[in-house]
């Protein structure tokens, strides 16, 4: 196994405890206060929906990619769901047996609402890291299986014992909504064309394009054209060597790649720089799409905003931003229970004493 293997299966496991970790807190969050035997049934349930949620995103990754603003609306129905959970946390004390079938298909519903939500997300950051190789891509899915199903019940477990937990598992909740909804590639295109601003540091994925190469000769001598989009960074020797990092800026054309691949040597650099040509080349609109809307929709299709983009926030990337955003959809869901409950008792009262 060669290190950028190694280092690639380390980053997918890491990827899955970090984003699997949020499936099976909302899991836990569904089904913590339902009887025992319901509760395995609602893991078992949620832990099984999420497994397949992420195996029909897998097998339908190019398509989904394709789909404008759903990280956005995404984002939505998260906030809604972490709302509705923690009102239903407010509200409810412990479910009893009476009504523990209807609260367990409760909890089902919430499980695939999220789930679908959040494998749509976790596939997508997993399917980065495996560079399109599929067996990485198969055993990012595994491991993610296996934390689902292990760490649900035990997390539930612990929202019993410990309420604050609740809270703690919400607000992970929240944070990913917020982290969906300014993750959105159609909303940070608007920012990006209409505003000239960036504001996180993750809409740089739509911008580079990067390839490990063992050696890249001649950058300062490269075309013109090309110069201002490309940078290589060497790579370190020694115990834990690394290979350099090449970074191509917007989408690629064919003769871009060609003056690239004159650069290199080895057949497995070739291949390195021709595979992030499949990545930054401009994609052809399907032929299904009508002739007249091709021109609006061909942004949909591209893997890469063109290089213009970059040149547009040069200078104006604020990624705190990003943060401020994230923490306050963490408030706004947190406190959303508090003053919804007092507007409804408020509300009750006005219908009582009327």
């Not at 293997?5 to 206060?33: E, R, T, W």
């Given at each position: 196994m060669h290190w950028a293997d190694a280092l690639n299966i380390l980053q997918i496991i890491i990827i899955d405890i970090v984003l699997s970790g949020d499936n099976a807190v909302v899991i836990a969050l569904a089904a913590h206060k339902l009887p025992i035997h319901q509760r395995k049934r609602a893991i078992l349930w949620g832990g099984g929906i999420a497994?397949?949620?992420?195996?029909?995103?897998?097998?339908?990754?190019?398509?989904?990619?394709?789909?404008?603003?759903?990280?956005?609306?995404?984002?939505?129905?998260?906030?809604?769901?972490?709302?509705?959970?923690?009102?239903?946390?407010?509200?409810?004390?412990?479910?009893?047996?009476?009504?523990?079938?209807?609260?367990?298909?409760?909890?089902?519903?919430?499980?695939?609402?999220?789930?679908?939500?959040?494998?749509?997300?976790?596939?997508?950051?997993?399917?980065?890291?495996?560079?399109?190789?599929?067996?990485?891509?198969?055993?990012?899915?595994?491991?993610?299986?296996?934390?689902?199903?292990?760490?649900?019940?035990?997390?539930?477990?612990?929202?019993?014992?410990?309420?604050?937990?609740?809270?703690?598992?919400?607000?992970i909740l929240a944070w990913t909504a917020g982290e969906m909804l300014i993750g959105d590639r159609e909303l940070a295109g608007y920012f990006v064309r209409q505003q000239n601003v960036s504001l996180s540091n993750h809409w740089d994925e739509w911008l580079e394009s990067h390839a490990e190469v063992h050696e890249f000769q001649g950058e300062e001598s490269l075309s013109s054209d090309l110069k201002p989009l490309v940078h290589y960074r060497p790579g370190t020797e020694g115990l834990l060597a690394k290979h350099g990092q090449l970074t191509y800026i917007g989408q690629m054309p064919v003769e871009h790649r060609d003056e690239l691949l004159q650069r290199v040597s080895?057949?497995?650099?070739?291949?390195?720089?021709?595979?992030?040509?499949?990545?930054?080349?401009?994609?052809?609109?399907p032929a299904w799409v009508p002739e007249g809307v091709k021109g609006h929709v061909a942004m949909w299709f591209q893997h890469r905003w063109p290089a213009e983009y970059a040149k547009a926030i040069e200078g104006r990337k604020y990624p705190w931003v990003a943060w401020i955003f994230q923490s306050l959809v963490v408030l706004f869901c947190l406190t959303a229970p508090k003053w919804l409950g007092k507007r409804k008792e408020e509300k009750e009262s006005a219908v009582s004493s009327q």
């Amino acid at each position: 196994m060669h290190w950028a293997d190694a280092l690639n299966i380390l980053q997918i496991i890491i990827i899955d405890i970090v984003l699997s970790g949020d499936n099976a807190v909302v899991i836990a969050l569904a089904a913590h206060k339902l009887p025992i035997h319901q509760r395995k049934r609602a893991i078992l349930w949620g832990g099984g929906i999420a497994i397949g949620m992420r195996i029909a995103f897998t097998m339908l990754m190019a398509f989904l990619l394709m789909v404008p603003g759903l990280r956005f609306f995404g984002g939505i129905l998260l906030v809604w769901i972490a709302c509705k959970l923690l009102i239903g946390e407010e509200e409810e004390g412990e479910v009893t047996a009476d009504d523990a079938d209807r609260s367990t298909l409760q909890a089902i519903k919430m499980i695939f609402l999220a789930d679908f939500v959040m494998s749509l997300d976790n596939m997508l950051a997993v399917a980065g890291a495996s560079h399109g190789n599929a067996t990485l891509l198969l055993f990012g899915l595994f491991v993610s299986i296996g934390i689902i199903m292990t760490c649900s019940a035990f997390i539930a477990q612990l929202m019993n014992r410990y309420h604050w937990i609740v809270y703690v598992g919400a607000a992970i909740l929240a944070w990913t909504a917020g982290e969906m909804l300014i993750g959105d590639r159609e909303l940070a295109g608007y920012f990006v064309r209409q505003q000239n601003v960036s504001l996180s540091n993750h809409w740089d994925e739509w911008l580079e394009s990067h390839a490990e190469v063992h050696e890249f000769q001649g950058e300062e001598s490269l075309s013109s054209d090309l110069k201002p989009l490309v940078h290589y960074r060497p790579g370190t020797e020694g115990l834990l060597a690394k290979h350099g990092q090449l970074t191509y800026i917007g989408q690629m054309p064919v003769e871009h790649r060609d003056e690239l691949l004159q650069r290199v040597s080895s057949a497995e650099d070739k291949k390195a720089i021709e595979d992030m040509y499949e990545v930054a080349r401009v994609q052809d609109v399907p032929a299904w799409v009508p002739e007249g809307v091709k021109g609006h929709v061909a942004m949909w299709f591209q893997h890469r905003w063109p290089a213009e983009y970059a040149k547009a926030i040069e200078g104006r990337k604020y990624p705190w931003v990003a943060w401020i955003f994230q923490s306050l959809v963490v408030l706004f869901c947190l406190t959303a229970p508090k003053w919804l409950g007092k507007r409804k008792e408020e509300k009750e009262s006005a219908v009582s004493s009327q």
